[in-house]
């Protein structure tokens, strides 16, 4: 007989090993569904974790590895305040949409007039952005009680609609023959946010992101502040009794998480993207929940989950191409890791025993 | 003849690359294709790849062809072309109107490697677009419909309001108002190419509002599959769909880029390639109109077939004054053509639609 027992104490040595655990455990299950493919499991898992960082043209994809890798850190780093804290903002993906809509406005805005300011009030557009599309919820769950889980994820949709609308009515490109999409912002110098070092994949973008994970670290381990958000996410009343205003919980956790994801929306359309178009966003708000939760809700975790979950998705690419892989087994991939992390995620909190329970 | 221009062509392509190496006349050309949806889609990616597949099949072991597919328009887009030309590929296929920026980036960098893409308009040496005159085809789809429809009302799912789909609108409309005067046309716009859940909506928006002959720009069969529910008819979009035939499915328009591809890679294969735009439409075979089923009346489908004919020998252009715009504004005069500039940044309806074009 099996059967669960909680722990007193959650196991250290799981809180550590559990995403380890869960990679070797997606690696295995993958190599078997890939082997059912007809393919070589290993050589296709060789293809996803292994190629894309020391395989041939890995100079290449190690930058990419952190275009891919910037957004993702940058939002989840922001979104893993708000999960210490018990506050759930599932609209990341609605907030990046608002950061990048209001920051390339302020580029169209000012074009084509070059200056320096220009990329800093475009930086700050997008963090406001993001941050105001995250106060509607914090607003209506401080005042009216509502869940934020549902009004930021409902903000998604608004959000995706307003993006829709700009890409073929106010910031479509007036050369552009009628197709839509905004004016590409890497060929208007003032408003590009370019690679720093040539090749490298760095742009301003990943250097927030870097910036995020220790500002984040700080706060959260080495400030009051962030002692408070972890007592309200752990003991909610006690918090109280330690002077926690859950209305200012509330908005500092949704606003900085919004701000960035907005901060990432507006690096990616001034950078790598360069475009507001209908489908600019690609799901990164989305991703980022997966990948804080994989880095432990930890800045220091979140940044290995990052940079894991951008492997996944450039070596994913090169096995489709490589080994005709089709694209639904790498998402099927995908979905395993987060399937088993929650999976393993039970042994920090339980023990397996064997036996019958004591009276 | 075939052989021996295929040896000097690859002689030439690894002498362009200046690697040095002996060119090895077995080696195949590498073609890439890259996909936006998946290409079980049965429509748009689906067609793209079975003209991949005519491409091995008319060149066998000269040819290595690979594809990755359901990648997002933007930097993913970029990324994935930038790993097919880094592994080789020389001959890349972009097979979907958003990756038009990323191509022109990655052409840039590889100019050796020659691009195609499918329904841009931005062109450089190593980049080359094809297009089909869709439009040619929904004016058979739209004689048919304005036949068909008892209640008078024809239901269009947009995808999304560019010129390609507003020609396509227009085009089915003037050729129904032609064979039924009382004719009157909804658009629902599903702001997307393939997603079978918003355009099983779009559909039954169109249902009830009294539309009993649907035509559709998007790519799924889900409303195909309301309209067998609602007991309206349908036309197959992109890919035949025959398996709703002999109703809904009355007829369809096929997209079919094999030609087109087998032609270009034996230019490829020849060293003959160069840069051009192709818009081939009925009389290329580029677009051809599947099966009128049983359901149509022998005469309609006479009359439906008269038309593709004329159309496909240069006798008749769909759009031929006179035609008014949407305001009532002259657009075309008394036997007057509709040039190729004109149609391809289309953006306004003719008169007789009451629908809104979006801006």
């Known amino acids: 007989m099996i059967r669960l027992e909680r722990r007193a104490v959650p196991s250290r040595l799981w809180t550590v090993a559990t995403p380890v655990a869960a990679v070797l455990a997606t690696m295995v299950a993958g190599g078997i569904l890939f082997a059912a493919l007809g393919k070589n499991p290993a050589e296709a898992i060789r293809m996803i974790f292994w190629d ?19 957004p993702l850190i940058l939002i989840a780093a922001g979104l893993a305040v708000g999960f210490r804290a018990g506050v759930w903002n599932i609209g990341a993906e609605g907030q990046y949409i608002m950061g990048a809509i209001a920051g390339a406005g302020v580029a169209l805005a000012a074009y084509p007039a070059e200056s320096p300011m220009i990329f800093p009030a475009m930086v700050l557009a997008g963090a406001l952005g993001g941050w105001a599309w995250a106060m509607i919820p914090a607003v209506l769950k401080a005042r009216f009680g509502t869940s934020e889980i549902l009004v930021s994820l409902m903000m998604v949709y608004v959000a995706q609609n307003l993006l829709a609308y700009m890409a073929f009515g106010p910031m479509k490109n007036p050369q552009g023959f009628g197709f839509p999409g905004s004016r590409n912002l890497q060929q208007y110098p003032s408003a590009h946010n370019p690679e720093l070092i040539a090749g490298t994949g760095m742009h301003w973008g990943v250097v927030a992101a870097f910036v995020a994970v220790i500002g984040t670290y700080v706060l959260m381990h080495r400030h009051i502040a962030g002692f408070r958000i972890r007592v309200a996410g752990d003991a909610p009343k006690a918090a109280r009794f330690a ?69 996944t998705y450039i070596g994913g690419d090169l096995a ?36 019958r329970a004591r009276a | 003849m075939k052989r021996r221009s295929f040896l000097t062509s ?157 020609q396509g609108i227009n085009s089915a409309f003037i050729h129904a108002r032609k064979v039924n005067p009382a004719v009157e046309m909804k658009v629902v716009w599903a702001y997307t190419w393939f997603d079978p859940a918003k355009e099983a909506d779009a559909a039954a928006a169109l249902i009830a509002e009294g539309v009993d002959v649907v035509l559709q720009h998007t790519d799924s069969t889900a409303p195909q599959a309301k309209a067998k529910e609602a007991g309206i008819y349908s036309f197959g979009q992109a890919s035949d769909m025959e398996a709703f035939a002999p109703a809904p499915r009355i007829s369809s328009i096929i997209d079919n ?66 035609l008014n715009k949407q305001d009532g504004s002259v657009w075309l005069a008394e036997g007057e053509v509709a040039d190729d500039a004109t149609l391809s940044g289309l953006n306004f309806y003719v008169e007789g639609i009451t629908a809104e074009l979006p801006k």
Not at chain 1, 55 to 65: D, E, M, T, V
Not at chain 2, 91 to 99: M, R, V
Not at chain 2, 271 to 294: L, N, P
């Open chain 2, 257 to 322: 880029w094999a030609p087109y591809y087998v032609e270009r890679v034996g230019l490829m294969l020849d060293g003959k390639w160069a840069s051009s735009a192709t818009w081939g439409g009925i009389g290329a075979g580029e677009v051809q109109i599947g099966e009128i089923s049983e359901a149509v009346p022998a005469e309609v489908k006479a009359e439906a077939e008269a038309l593709r004919d004329a159309i496909a020998k240069g006798d008749y252009h769909p759009f031929t004054g006179p």
């Open chain 1, 52 to 70: 894309p960082l020391f395989g041939p043209n890995a100079s290449y994809f190690r930058g990419q590895l952190l275009v891919k890798a910037g």
């Open chain 1, 243 to 311: 002077g926690v205003v859950p209305g200012r919980l509330i908005a500092f956790c949704l606003g900085l998480s919004g701000a960035l994801a907005g901060l990432a929306g507006l690096f990616e359309v001034a950078g790598p993207s360069g475009q507001i178009t209908d489908s600019f966003n690609a799901g990164y708000g989305f991703t980022a929940i997966i990948v804080a939760f994989l880095g432990r809700l930890h800045p220091v975790g979140i940044l290995l989950a990052g940079l894991l979950m951008a492997l």
């Open chain 1, 320 to 355: 489709q191409l490589m080994l005709r892989l089709p694209a639904a087994a790498i998402q099927a991939f995908q979905g395993m890791l987060l399937f088993f992390l929650l999976g393993f995620d039970l042994l920090t909190n339980f023990r397996i025993r064997l036996g």
């Open chain 2, 10 to 166: 690859t002689t030439l392509a690894a002498a362009a690359l200046g690697l040095g190496l002996p060119a090895m006349a077995q080696e195949p050309l590498k073609v890439g294709f890259i996909y936006v949806g998946p290409v079980g889609d049965m429509g748009w990616s689906y067609q793209h790849d079975q003209g991949r597949k005519a491409i091995e099949e008319a060149y066998g072991d000269k040819v290595v062809t690979s594809y990755v597919e359901s990648v997002p328009e933007g930097p993913d887009a970029e990324r994935v072309l930038t790993q097919m030309a880094l592994e080789g590929n020389k001959l890349i296929f972009a097979t979907s109107f958003g990756f038009m920026d990323s191509v022109m980036n990655v052409a840039a960098k590889f100019p050796d490697v020659k691009f195609e893409h499918a329904t841009g308009y931005k062109r450089a040496d190593n980049v080359a677009t094809y297009d089909a005159r869709f439009y040619e085809g929904r004016a058979v789809q739209g004689t048919i419909a304005g036949r068909m429809t008892k209640s008078n009302k024809i239901g269009y799912i947009g995808s999304f309001p560019i010129p390609e789909v507003v």
